[in-house]
């Protein structure tokens, strides 16, 4: 599905993720973003910098979506992004001792989604599970 919607993460580090998404392979019938590619957009997001993060310490983690909301704001009206900071420095450290009582950690994230129109035209709310394997 990434591939259909030409997802792509442009910036990638240990806090922070920046995803890209052409519009006019993701637009609705009125020429703006399309609903599910924006909610995608934001999933894919959040699970890629989870899933990059958890990589660096336990090669066989498996990361999965949870609960997900999304507020639509504005329309989206061009290339559009998904961008995720994250300010808890040690959330890896909340994954381990998680780890050490239950099979999975929880990790809840914010990702805001924009255009070079509207930073914030949708901001979505999810809550992943990493599991160690």
Avoid at 65 to 83: H, V, W
Wanted: glycine share 6%; with cysteine; aromatic share 10%.
């Amino acid at each position: 599905m990434t591939k259909l919607m030409n997802l792509e993460i442009t910036e990638l580090t240990s806090q922070h993720i920046k995803t890209f998404a052409q519009l006019s392979i993701n637009k609705n019938g009125h020429d703006t973003g399309f609903a599910g590619s924006l909610y995608t957009l934001g999933i894919v997001t959040g699970w890629s910098w989870i899933s990059a993060v958890a990589k660096s310490i336990s090669s066989t983690s498996i990361v999965v979506a949870g609960k997900a909301d999304i507020q639509y704001r504005r329309p989206i009206t061009a290339d559009f992004f998904g961008q995720l900071t994250m300010h808890n420095h040690d959330c890896v450290n909340d994954w381990q001792l998680q780890w050490q009582t239950r099979p999975s950690a929880k990790q809840p994230v914010t990702i805001t989604i924009g255009d070079r129109n509207s930073v914030a035209a949708a901001q979505m709310t999810a809550t992943f599970y990493i599991k160690k394997s």
